[in-house]
């Protein structure tokens, strides 16, 4: 392997959760936390949150994944959960409310653990 593909490879796959002005929540998936917020808050990130009555964004949660795949299925079971249990399960990872008044984003480190995270979903 050449060491791009190396330095690849050795990237965190991140899902991260959103706190739009409008009070709604975005969850995404990105390899770079810090460029994706700034690219939400420009309004050239998802469609949801180009819209200016959701910006500027607060990132509150993340998870740093040891693959692409497994980030991306903690995205997709956060955003097939009812507001109520994204609220839950967020409380349960140390995000407190309002999210408006959370200081830092959390950032947790997850590996392998997906498939019992997505059963507690």
């Given at each position: 392997m050449s060491k791009t593909s190396?330095?690849?490879d050795n990237k965190a796959s991140y899902f991260y959760v959103l706190h739009c002005r409008d009070g709604t929540l975005y969850g995404g998936y990105t390899t770079d936390l810090t460029r994706r917020l700034n690219e939400h808050n420009e309004?050239?990130?998802?469609?949801?949150?180009?819209?200016?009555?959701?910006?500027?964004l607060k990132m509150i949660y993340a998870e740093a994944h040891g693959s692409r795949s497994e980030a991306?299925?903690?995205?997709?079971?956060?955003k097939k959960l009812a507001r109520r249990q994204k609220d839950q399960y967020l409380a349960s990872n140390g995000v407190s409310r309002p999210y408006k008044e959370q200081k830092q984003c959390i950032v947790k480190e997850v590996r392998q653990l997906h498939e019992n995270q997505s059963e507690k979903l």
């Open positions: 190396d330095n690849k309004g050239i990130g998802a469609k949801y949150t180009r819209p200016q009555k959701r910006r500027p991306t299925k903690a995205e997709a079971a956060f």
